[in-house]
């Protein structure tokens, strides 16, 4: 909760949904009359049927919209309800906070009667993506302490499809990924302050890259060694949505 009633404050102007990428989500949650959004964050991605949004975050919370569902300060590990209280629970680009995964996966499994959608990102993939492997590599070591691997995710939910979804080269909702072929906007500190990795690593760690980013940029080196990148609409990063059935 710390982590994100620090560095959340601009959550609601650097990370707002994405159409494509909604879509997919809702998709997913099926034909689920009731949901309940467990680590909600601003609120990104909930439909209009989402009776409960659990959020660890005060910050967060107060930056959720006009008419958003009710939010209920608590952690995904504990959450005070009841059982089977939704058709559905769902968890978006949230595990890899979570303190104890079991417990939180847990949670999602006791609170929700037919489905659970979880969107994470597979590490093995998400690490290769340019800006950590090139610039970055000592922070996506410290993203691997917190990662979890999709396999252990699916099979702690007792089975799960996994779906892969492509980030689109315009993506609207600034999480790592989003801007890889846009990378100029990792110099835009307001840009990094809604992206959790950049948050939780210090400057020592993360300005050296950072220089070396820009002045490939200035350069053209960027531009030259990614030039394949610009005739793609889409990128596999390594996010994956994993839909459980219960």
């Known amino acids: ?6 560095i ?27 949901v309940i959004n467990v680590g909600a964050g601003t609120g990104s991605y909930e439909p209009s049927h989402t009776v409960l949004a659990v959020e660890p975050s005060s910050v967060m919370i107060a930056q959720r919209p006009a008419g958003s569902a009710p939010a209920l300060e608590a952690s995904a590990e504990s959450i005070p309800v009841a059982e089977d209280s939704a058709d559905a629970a769902m968890a978006i680009l949230t595990v890899h906070h979570w303190n104890d995964l079991e417990a939180g996966i847990g949670e999602l499994l006791r ?11 597979d590490p093995d993939i998400n690490h290769k993506f ?12 410290f993203d691997n302490t917190r990662a979890v691997a999709v396999d252990r995710l699916a099979m702690l939910l007792g089975g799960a499809r996994i779906e892969t979804v492509p980030i ?6 600034g999480f790592l990924a989003a801007f890889w072929r846009r990378p100029e906007a990792y110099l835009d500190p307001e840009v990094r302050a809604g992206i959790s990795l950049f948050a939780q690593t210090s400057d020592a760690v993360i300005q050296p890259g950072l220089a070396r980013l820009s002045d490939d940029l200035s350069s053209g080196r960027w531009h030259q060694r990614h030039a394949d990148l610009f005739g793609r609409d889409a990128l596999d990063a390594g996010y994956r949505l994993l839909v459980a059935d219960l």
């Not at 609170?111 to 969107?119: H, K, T, Y």
């Not at 340019?130 to 070591?141: G, I, M, N």
């Open 168 to 173: 689109p080269h315009d993506c609207t909702d």
């Open 8 to 34: 959340g404050a601009t959550y609601a102007d650097t990370r707002r949904p994405d159409p494509r990428i909604a879509a997919r989500i809702h998709q997913a949650l099926g034909g689920a009359t009731t």
């Open 130 to 141: 340019w800006l950590l492997e090139e610039y970055l590599p000592e922070a996506a070591a």
């Open 111 to 121: 609170i929700a009667r037919q489905r659970i959608v979880v969107l994470t990102f």
């Open 1 to 6: 909760m710390a982590t994100y009633n620090s």
